[in-house]
């Protein structure tokens, strides 16, 4: 985890939010890359790690350099599986907006890592999350910022989610 940090440039003292799946607008992370340019502007040191491929990847990387942010929303490109618990590991929290999902195996990978998972509601997610005990949703920009900060803030509700989320995991 300390190498991968270094390598990805991240400091202990940043707040980490991960995403990790198919870069493709169906996953809506869009939506996480505008939502970073407003958490930005209450604190600075919130990076988002992006980790994945797809057909979609040059267009977000084109909206985070217009948006003023590409030093602050990490691009890995694709992982190899026997590194992804290092990400999940680097992780404050696992960041999803996708409503198309079927399965949500990131969420369980995310949880299993001691990361609590922030999800867009949605009916494929709720079977895994209960709210405010392992995991949070939102349903606009507005509420996935407010849950990002609360949490920045809030180290001690941090902790217990995570706990929480690895608990539900098992």
Same mark, same amino acid.
């Given at each position: 985890v300390d190498n991968l940090r270094k390598s990805l440039k991240i400091n202990k003292k940043d707040f980490v939010i991960l995403?990790?799946?198919?870069?493709?607008?169906?996953k809506n992370i869009e939506f996480l890359i505008n939502s970073q340019k407003e958490l930005l502007k209450k604190h600075n040191n919130i990076k988002l790690i992006i980790?994945?491929?797809? $057909?979609?990847?040059e267009a977000y990387e084109k909206l985070c350099k217009t948006l003023e942010i590409d030093d602050k929303?990490? !691009?890995t490109g694709k992982a190899a599986w026997e590194d992804m618990p290092y990400y999940y590991h680097l992780a404050?929290?696992?960041?999803?907006?996708s409503k198309t999902e079927t399965q949500g195996l990131t969420i369980i990978e995310a949880m299993a890592a001691?990361?609590? $998972?922030?999800?867009?509601?949605d009916e494929a997610?709720?079977?895994?999350?209960?709210?405010?005990?392992?995991?949070? !949703?939102f349903e606009t920009e507005q509420e996935y910022q407010e849950k990002i900060l609360y949490l920045y803030n809030n180290q001690k509700e941090l902790d217990y989610l995570n706990k929480q989320a690895r608990i539900q995991a098992e």
């Open positions: 995403f990790v799946g198919r870069l493709a607008s169906e980790v994945g491929d797809g $057909p979609d990847k929303v990490i !691009f404050d929290v696992f960041a999803t907006a001691n990361t609590v $998972p922030i999800c867009m509601k997610f709720q079977s895994m999350i209960t709210e405010d005990l392992n995991g949070l !949703f």
